[in-house]
Structure formats: C-alpha cells, structure tokens
C-alpha cells in the first residue's frame, strides 16, 4: 500500500451542527479522500475528484469544509502547522492544498 499524501489525526469532524467525533482522522491516500472515526471506522470516503475543500469565509483560522459525496462536512483542524516532531493536526490551510494537489495529479 502507498504512503498517504496527506493524515491528520485529532480532527473534529461534524455535519450540520452534530459531532460525528472529536478525535477523527482525515487521509488522502490512493487518490481518494478517507474521514475515519478515532475508532477507524469509515465515515464517508470519496475519489478526491469528486471531493470539494474549501474555508468557509466567517470562520476561524483552523477549520475546513469538505463535501463529500454530496455531504458537506465541517473539519477542525489546526490554526497552524504542529512545530516539527510536536503532535496535533496539520492547518486547514494544508489539508485543502493537498485535496487540490492529489485531484490534479491523479487523473
């Protein structure tokens, strides 16, 4: 199995305005999108074509939307990048770069 392109774990991840888990995880590996329950049990998965990422504009630094498979999901991650070698997620900001990266470069 191939190296992930991109993991966070400790990711709060919700749907509307439920918590579907505090400490979830977010991967891209295999050209898809994976979010994954602290127990690592899928939640939803997609090819990271058809996954949207995007900041939503009135919200604060470390979070992320995510639309996948027709469901929009809210990601919190980090404000900032983990100092290197320190736990915790990466920024927001890196997880939608990276959605953007593996739909351009696979396909």
Not at 39 to 65: C, H, K, M, N
Request: aromatic share 6%; hydrophobic share 35%.
């Amino acid at each position: 199995m191939a190296e992930p392109e991109f993991t966070a774990t400790g990711v709060r991840i919700g749907k509307r305005l439920r918590s579907l888990t505090r400490a979830g995880q977010v991967r891209i590996s295999d050209g898809r999108l994976e979010l994954l329950t602290s127990y690592g049990s899928e939640i939803d998965s997609a090819p990271v074509q058809a996954v949207r990422a995007s900041r939503p504009w009135f919200a604060p630094e470390d979070r992320a939307l995510a639309d996948v498979n027709g469901t929009r999901y809210s990601l919190t991650l980090g404000e900032h990048d983990p100092a290197p070698g320190k736990p915790g997620p990466p920024s927001a900001r890196r997880f939608i770069e990276a959605v953007r990266r593996a739909a351009g470069s696979s396909g």
